[in-house]
């Protein structure tokens, strides 16, 4: 929880307007949205800039982020290097099914890894617009919240010294074990949902073996196929939670991905060297309101999505625009308007995603609980994508993110 802040008076603490806690997509977001208004900012990350920018999360960039970055300048080497998907398909019964969502809604998905993302939002907020950041920082505390003269404080990685700085807002940007979510009161809401199963995460040395991404539904579990470049590709496969990724040696895993991913009509897998191997254990959590007096939650720090439908980074983008722009409307012009409306415009559009994920999640996984009412009701709504110009359509809303925020 926040405590007092040490040292309230003191004369040799820094101060900046906004403090932001993690340079994640949310925290970098804002940081640059903050500079181009002209407001300095301080952004603390507790990692080494060279993890952040390796660290490996997911891809998918809905078109509406794309959009929104290229708008604020942040997009330039995202729209050279990502890749445009236009369709999807799913695969059960057999048989390959293809679900052109673009021909549905003239929208696309991009497809580019977020380490990139961040290494691009880095650039632009440390080295391009001077914006001030501190990697490596230790033992991060959040302070005097509820008053009008909130402060950060951390421990310096390169003199052990304890660091002291006051703020008007603090943007809490540092995930589910950050010093955000622990500086919480408790009043906090936190929802909770755990879907009881893992996904095993896997990169592959293999070229992709469709230019789309497949899902495959099986009664041994779900599989994914997600095409990253000419030579990587990213795969899933269902496991139990908390699953030993060392149990899934080269064969086992290629002999899941080949049976679930089977489709009569179409070529088996290219199958390759396995770089990567790591159990996702699918569960989420929001956090309400996702404002706490001068702490503004975003990102992780508010909420978590099960990568089922590949939301979570598109959230913590849709956050940090929100965000970014109201401390900037009331730092520059006392427009306080996107700040009080801050939680629930976000709140919104996060049940809407996590409640998309768990109809996806019925989707992806009912045939594989071994019950045939469940493999039933699976099967049916999966047809009814492809018989029903209706059906079809919602999903294609839902899975691309088109109900605009902006």
């Known amino acids: 929880m926040t405590s007092p802040s040490p040292h309230p008076a003191s004369p040799t603490a820094a101060r900046f307007p906004v403090v932001v806690v993690g340079a994640g997509p949310a ?31 997911a891809g998918v960039v809905e078109e509406w982020a794309v959009r929104e970055l290229e708008r604020r300048g942040l997009a330039g080497r995202l729209v050279e290097r990502a890749e445009r998907h236009s369709a999807c398909e799913f695969r059960f019964d057999g048989h390959g099914y293809r679900f052109d969502y673009a021909e549905l809604t003239g929208r696309h998905h991009w497809i580019h890894p977020q380490p990139l993302l961040v290494t691009d939002l880095v650039r632009e907020y440390a080295d391009v617009r001077g914006g001030e ?31 002291l700085v006051h703020c008007d807002f603090v943007a809490g940007c540092d995930g589910a074990r950050g010093a955000s979510r622990a500086a919480l009161p408790p009043r906090a809401r936190i929802s909770r949902h755990d879907y009881g199963i893992g996904w095993l995460a896997l990169l592959a040395e293999a070229p992709p073996s469709s230019d789309r991404v497949l899902f495959g539904m099986h009664t041994d579990g779900f599989a994914g196929h997600m095409p990253r470049s000419a030579g990587m590709t990213r795969y899933y496969l269902q496991c139990p ?11 086992r895993v ?25 159990v996702l254990d699918m569960h989420t959590y929001v956090v309400e309101p996702m404002v706490f007096g001068r702490l503004f939650l975003a990102g992780d720090a508010a909420h978590l999505v099960a990568p089922i439908a590949a939301k979570g980074m598109n959230l913590a983008l849709h956050d940090a625009f929100l965000l970014g722009d109201a401390l900037a409307a009331y730092l520059d012009k006392e427009d306080p308007a996107g700040l009080d409306g801050y939680s629930d415009a976000c709140l919104r559009r996060v049940w809407d995603y996590q409640e998309f994920s768990e109809w996806l999640s019925e989707i992806y996984h009912g045939a594989s609980y071994g019950d045939p009412y469940r493999a039933g009701t699976t099967l049916a709504r999966l047809r009814r994508l492809f018989t029903s110009p209706a059906a079809a359509a919602a999903f294609a809303e839902q899975y691309l993110g088109t109900a605009e925020a902006f």
């Open 241 to 251: 939670s908390g699953d030993d990724p060392d149990a899934w040696t080269h064969e």
């Open 133 to 163: 950041i501190r990697f490596g920082v230790r033992d991060v505390r959040l302070h005097d919240l509820d008053s009008d003269r909130p402060a950060v404080s951390y421990t310096d990685p390169d003199s052990g010294e304890r660091r």
């Open 254 to 278: 290629w002999d899941q991905l080949q049976r679930r991913l089977a489709a009569a009509d179409r070529p088996p897998l290219t199958e390759g060297r396995l770089l990567e191997k790591r």
């Open 27 to 57: 925290g970098l977001t804002v940081g640059n949205i903050l500079r181009a208004a002209g407001v300095d900012c301080l952004v603390l990350e507790t990692e080494s800039r060279a993890f952040i920018e390796q660290r490996p999360r």
